[in-house]
């Protein structure tokens, strides 16, 4: 009765202009989508279509499958495929591949070398702009063929339980400290963009001859980050050189691990993202690049091992410390030319008689 009464006080003129304020209101909130919208959900329904997307990466082992069971998640039509490698097979397999017109490859995410940008010249990477490219900084786009969805930075971890009577290591030349003699673990440089890139620091900082130095320590090296970690935790080693991938998950979990950014300085590794010429899943490839920029992949990123670059800071790791509070932080893709990094491999291949 209350209701019916205030509707009846209304004049009809007055009734006029309230549902007319209210059509207005209707019309800004049904407002036309955007033809970038409309491009986009065209994208997304050609890749529910293509059904699977192919992902060659050089993540974080143990965490690959956790990030993809997010992204099936948001996107169930498509099923997912992946390669996972170190920086440098990855990246000559995919050059093998796409110059013998084997196109099996959707998306690639690895540390970028020389290699990979003249191969963007040569036609390996489409040129297109996702959607969430607007929400970051001009920095992580590069010709809008690449785009970098996560940073690494190098450090050094130990096992709490095995350091005995000693100091935890603080700095690079510690790796090379008699007391750490058979008990010091890290990723050989011939496999890892990243390590080649510590190694040209670690000259460039006045340690002569690294290679040597570890090798008459009995370095022990490990394939990749995930095995580097599981190696320390099991007590294979005690101490180890780490691209800091996964680090941050099992410090959440609990895993007897210390870790220190050298005052000395590390470098950072940037993970750059393309979708590859010729993908046989297009769209699909597009739609997952897109994805992992979005605030929900960067924070999957950082779950499943990584740190993310999403300026709004999502899913920072909660046991490390941000970037910008590590002392003398240098880009390590700045350290190598073609000609440097080619001279640290053969260096340490040759040290340790690596064929």
Same mark, same amino acid.
């Given at each position: 009765m209350l209701k019916e009464q205030a509707t009846n006080a209304v004049p009809r003129r007055g009734k006029a202009i309230v549902f007319s304020a209210l059509f207005s209101s209707l019309t800004l909130l049904a407002a036309p989508v955007s033809a970038q919208e409309a491009d986009w959900a065209t994208v997304e329904e050609a890749a529910r279509k293509e059904g699977?997307?192919? *992902?060659?990466?050089?993540?974080? &082992?143990?965490?690959?499958?956790?990030?993809?069971?997010?992204?099936?998640?948001?996107?169930?039509?498509?099923?997912?495929?992946?390669? @996972?490698?170190?920086?440098?097979?990855?990246?000559?397999? *995919?050059?093998?591949? *796409? =110059?013998?017109?084997?196109?099996?490859?959707?998306?690639?995410?690895?540390?970028?070398?020389?290699?990979?940008?003249?191969g963007a010249e040569n036609g390996w990477i489409e040129t297109w702009t996702p959607p969430e490219l607007a929400n970051y900084p001009e920095a992580v786009n590069y010709k809008n063929q690449m785009f970098t969805i996560?940073?690494? @930075?190098?450090?050094?971890?130990?096992?709490?339980?095995?350091?005995?009577?000693?100091?935890?290591?603080?700095?690079?030349?510690?790796l090379m400290d008699p007391i750490w003699k058979g008990k010091v673990g890290m990723n050989p440089p011939w496999r890892s963009l990243a390590i080649q890139q510590i190694a040209a620091y670690w000259e460039d900082i006045g340690i002569e001859d690294p290679a040597a130095a570890l090798k008459a320590n009995d370095?022990?090296?490990?394939?990749? #980050?995930?095995?580097?970690?599981?190696?320390?935790?099991?007590?294979d080693v005690a101490v180890a050189e780490l691209s800091d991938i996964p680090l941050n998950p099992l410090l959440e979990e609990g895993a007897p691990l210390g870790f220190v950014y050298p005052e000395s300085g590390t470098t950072t590794s940037a #993970? @750059?993202? *393309?979708?590859?010429?010729?993908?046989?899943? &297009?769209?699909?490839?597009?739609v997952l690049t897109n994805w992992l920029m979005t605030e929900e992949g960067q924070t999957a990123l950082v779950k499943f091992g990584g740190l993310s670059v999403n300026p709004s800071g999502c899913g920072r790791p909660a046991m490390l410390p941000a970037t910008f509070r590590?002392?003398?932080?240098?880009?390590?893709? #700045?350290?190598?030319?073609?000609?440097?990094?080619?001279?640290?491999? =053969?260096?340490w291949r040759t040290v340790f008689e690596i064929q």
């Amino acid at each position: 009765m209350l209701k019916e009464q205030a509707t009846n006080a209304v004049p009809r003129r007055g009734k006029a202009i309230v549902f007319s304020a209210l059509f207005s209101s209707l019309t800004l909130l049904a407002a036309p989508v955007s033809a970038q919208e409309a491009d986009w959900a065209t994208v997304e329904e050609a890749a529910r279509k293509e059904g699977t997307v192919v *992902f060659y990466s050089n993540l974080q &082992p143990n965490g690959i499958e956790g990030l993809l069971a997010e992204f099936r998640a948001a996107y169930p039509e498509i099923a997912t495929e992946q390669i @996972r490698l170190g920086s440098n097979p990855l990246i000559e397999r *995919f050059e093998t591949e *796409f =110059n013998a017109s084997r196109h099996l490859a959707d998306v690639v995410v690895t540390y970028a070398d020389e290699r990979v940008y003249k191969g963007a010249e040569n036609g390996w990477i489409e040129t297109w702009t996702p959607p969430e490219l607007a929400n970051y900084p001009e920095a992580v786009n590069y010709k809008n063929q690449m785009f970098t969805i996560q940073e690494t @930075r190098e450090a050094i971890i130990w096992n709490t339980g095995l350091l005995g009577s000693n100091p935890p290591p603080s700095e690079w030349k510690d790796l090379m400290d008699p007391i750490w003699k058979g008990k010091v673990g890290m990723n050989p440089p011939w496999r890892s963009l990243a390590i080649q890139q510590i190694a040209a620091y670690w000259e460039d900082i006045g340690i002569e001859d690294p290679a040597a130095a570890l090798k008459a320590n009995d370095v022990r090296f490990f394939e990749g #980050s995930g095995g580097i970690i599981q190696a320390v935790i099991r007590g294979d080693v005690a101490v180890a050189e780490l691209s800091d991938i996964p680090l941050n998950p099992l410090l959440e979990e609990g895993a007897p691990l210390g870790f220190v950014y050298p005052e000395s300085g590390t470098t950072t590794s940037a #993970s @750059r993202i *393309f979708v590859a010429k010729n993908a046989p899943h &297009p769209n699909a490839a597009k739609v997952l690049t897109n994805w992992l920029m979005t605030e929900e992949g960067q924070t999957a990123l950082v779950k499943f091992g990584g740190l993310s670059v999403n300026p709004s800071g999502c899913g920072r790791p909660a046991m490390l410390p941000a970037t910008f509070r590590l002392k003398n932080v240098v880009d390590g893709e #700045s350290l190598l030319t073609p000609e440097r990094q080619a001279q640290i491999v =053969n260096h340490w291949r040759t040290v340790f008689e690596i064929q």
